[in-house]
């Protein structure tokens, strides 16, 4: 098997579709197949701040759960969002509240599909992916090697939000580990969450998540082919939401 891991989303729609036809994939209907019948992986965080949050939502849970090629693992902004659709007290802050206002555009019938689209899609997910055909674990914020099979709390919190330590810098932002510093795995760790102005490679671990919804690039990484394959934003650039290491 041959697959194509993409990073974070987060409502690119548009540059979704660019990234699939770039990667050779061919609409048919609704739906997308590549003729030597590779993978679609997602890394999490389909939605807030981009255009077009429910829309991705629609397309990723159409080829997840009805077409069966794509799999999914949940990043810290679809726990957040099926959170408020299970009716929960969530803040609707850092991208939650575009969502939020597309789902409120719809109609009550449309509100009730994409809500049970999402949870269903949510609740089938794998804290993260083995996919032992191409040596690899996908997992949203990354994970250390030791909690590799581990499905607890303690790896929830890591693979949603990777390795935080419970600081916080002078700004606010929350104080993160550089775990794939200290991975020696054989296996390849693919994950986002923090977006890097390029794919970084360290040890056998590589972030794809090229901050598509701050104007830099969408990108997939290919296995067994160990490639990176991007396609431009069509948002505007915002250089300051990018950081030179894990930071
Ligand atoms: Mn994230």
Request: aromatic letters at 10%; proline letters at 4%; glycine letters at 8%.
């Amino acid at each position: 098997m041959k697959v194509d891991i993409i990073g974070d989303i987060h409502g690119c729609y548009d540059e979704l579709i660019n990234l699939l036809e770039k990667l050779g994939y061919k609409k048919s209907s609704y739906s997308y197949h590549h003729p030597e019948n590779r993978q679609i992986v997602f890394v999490g965080d389909l939605t807030d701040r981009g255009p077009h949050s429910i829309k991705t939502i629609e397309l990723v849970y159409h080829l997840v759960m009805k077409q069966k090629n794509a799999r999914y693992v949940p990043g810290n902004h679809c726990n957040k969002l099926y959170r408020y659709f299970l009716g929960n007290n969530v803040k609707a802050i850092h991208g939650l509240e575009t969502t939020i206002a597309e789902y409120k555009k719809l109609t009550r019938k449309e509100q009730m599909e994409i809500k049970t689209q999402f949870i269903e899609l949510y609740e089938q997910a794998n804290l993260y992916e083995m996919i032992p055909e191409v040596n690899a674990v996908v997992a949203h914020a990354g994970i250390r090697e030791d909690l590799i099979g581990r499905y607890d709390k303690k790896v929830k919190t890591f693979v949603l939000y990777g390795d935080i330590s419970g600081e916080k810098h002078p700004d606010g932002r929350p104080v993160r580990r550089d775990w794939a510093q200290g991975y020696h795995g054989e296996k390849w760790i693919v994950y986002g969450h923090t977006p890097v102005k390029e794919a970084r490679f360290v040890n056998k671990t590589v972030n794809v998540d090229l901050g598509c919804v701050y104007g830099n690039q969408l990108a997939a990484y290919q296995l067994p082919e160990e490639k990176i394959i991007s396609v431009p934003s069509l948002q505007p650039f915002q250089a300051n939401k990018f950081t030179l290491s894990h930071e």
